[in-house]
């Protein structure tokens, strides 16, 4: 294998202080939960080891992956990331183009075969044999096995590649699938989110390059340090969920209070994602304090999951959507109302047996053909 | 498990073990917290004004509801195993005679004189068909999804790693995702509470007009015939 520049030569090359790469290993340390005494075999790492080549795809998406990712808010980690990605593939930001790009996919194959990570953004649509979605001529999905077939573990940017997105959302005409339909050989990482948290992405892999071992994941494939809660459990509204103060219409009191917007349809409490902790553009904010509920872009299928303002999604029924509490008192009603005829119609018939009173006589008058009569009590 | 009448003349049947009745009860109990709780987590009641720290509303009213569901997990345990020890009609809940013909048979008696066109119900000791059906099928079957969907939204604030999260965990990427859960939890709300509806107006119904005891069995445990006729 060639000697490989580390993450910390190119670093240095790139004009960052030693200061400031101190200050970036402390931060993503704390950032994965790692104990302080991490941050020191994190700047071993940096330093030492060869720099981990990296794939970046692009499949079907939207590029907000790549935008978040640019946007890490401390400065060094884009330094850093960008760096290390630019150098090899990712085909939004890279110099080279046309032929000279994919070489670099074939050499990177070769060179560093089995040692490689490939991220994914984006998906590949499976329906009219991929066309979708060509790259280089061809389908996106060929790109991806070849790719694939190589690589120590894929990265699944965002929830394109990690459930579908709204490429995959109802009806999917491409039948765009996300990355684990399609690649089962290798390990998969899942950072969902539409787009992910940029901390959360540059994090991942300085993980996956100090441990040499792609971080704990959790039954969905999600590394666990960022998705092992959800938004309602660190948020900094959730006193007032607890102390039942909720926005009630988007410009009432509890709003300006800065109340739970969970009768706003806020998908908080049922979304596995970092945003209350990290936050959002060097921790400035995420939708909730900026006032607006949780749509829940880092679930499976979040676009069919009715609309971004219920918490609870409606129901399909024959193509009319059914709210469950709607339905539900429609259907106790309708029930309670043929309780109630049922009831009458029952004292009726009872009324009508001649000396038929306490039942302690066996009915006579079996057959005598009252039922028919009664039927028409029998449902409202 | 013969739910027809056997055609010696009796008048009265201990069918409900006291054990058993005691279940009965608190069940019905911890069913009708948790209905009204759960409806008021998923549409909570209005705004509280006042200091954030005065209060804890939600709080009390998602207490009320995991208290209630444990107590009804720990009954439906209790309940299973009181179908290994106690009597051939504490069996019924957990066992549907599926295959056998008569079943069927007694069952469509039974909608048939719900629907007025039989002049006079069969004798049961235990659940008519028509209830043993509804029982097995709401409070086995749908106590279980309940159970199992109610656990599972609890791992998520017990966390990863506990004993919740263990053993109900799975059911989340099972369903899809934590919001599919919460609704077919949510509809579990109406399903039961329609149950509840249609079980107390059937067992006021039959305790009138049918040929047995219904509600005075479920105090004492005894099921009083009304007539010696098989």
Known sequence: MPTTETFYEVMRRQGITRRSFLKFCSLTATALGLRPAYAAQLVQAMETKPRIPVLWLHGLECTCCSESFIRSAHPLVKDVMLSMISLDYDDTIMAASGHQAEAIVAEIRQKYKGNYILAVEGNPPLNQDGMSCIIAGRPFLEQLKEAAADCKAIISWGSCASWGCVQAAHPNPTQAVPVHHVIHDKPIIKVPGCPPIAEVMTAVVTFMLTFDRIPELDRQGRPKMFYGQRIHDKCYRRGHFDAGQFVESWDDEGARRGYCLYKMGCKGPTTYNACSNTRWNNGVSFPIQSGHGCIGCSEDGFWDKGSFYDHVTDTRVFGVELNADRMGFAAAGTVGAAVVAHAAASAIKRARKPGQFGDQEPDKTKGQGTAGNDQTGERS | ?230
């Open chain 2, 1 to 230: 498990m013969s739910t027809a009448v056997p055609t010696v003349k009796r008048t009265a049947v201990y069918v409900y073990e006291a054990p058993l009745r005691a279940w009965h009860w608190i069940n019905a109990l911890s069913i009708t917290i948790l209905a009204i709780t759960g409806y008021l987590i998923a549409n909570p009641l209005p705004t509280l004004s006042g200091a954030t720290s005065d209060h804890y509303l939600m709080g009390y009213i998602r207490f009320a509801h995991f208290a209630a569901a444990y107590v009804f997990a720990v009954g439906f345990i209790f309940r299973l195993y009181w179908a290994m020890v106690g009597n051939r009609w504490s069996r019924q809940l957990f066992a549907l005679p599926f295959w056998r013909r008569r079943f069927w048979i007694e069952l469509w008696h039974e909608v048939r004189w719900y629907a007025f066109l039989e002049p006079e119900p069969r004798k049961c000791i235990g659940h008519n068909p028509l209830a043993h059906l509804f029982m097995v099928v709401i409070i086995t079957v749908g106590g279980i999804v309940m159970m199992f969907t109610g656990f599972a939204l609890y791992s998520e604030q017990a966390g990863l790693g506990s004993w919740q999260d263990r053993w109900f965990g799975w059911v989340i990427p099972f369903v899809g995702q934590s919001q599919d859960v919460r609704m077919w939890h949510h509809w579990g709300i109406w399903v039961i509470s329609i149950f509840v509806m249609l079980h107390v107006y059937t067992a006021i119904r039959e305790d009138i007009l049918s040929r047995q005891s219904l509600i005075s069995t479920m105090v004492s445990g005894w099921r009083m015939f009304k007539d010696d006729r098989p």
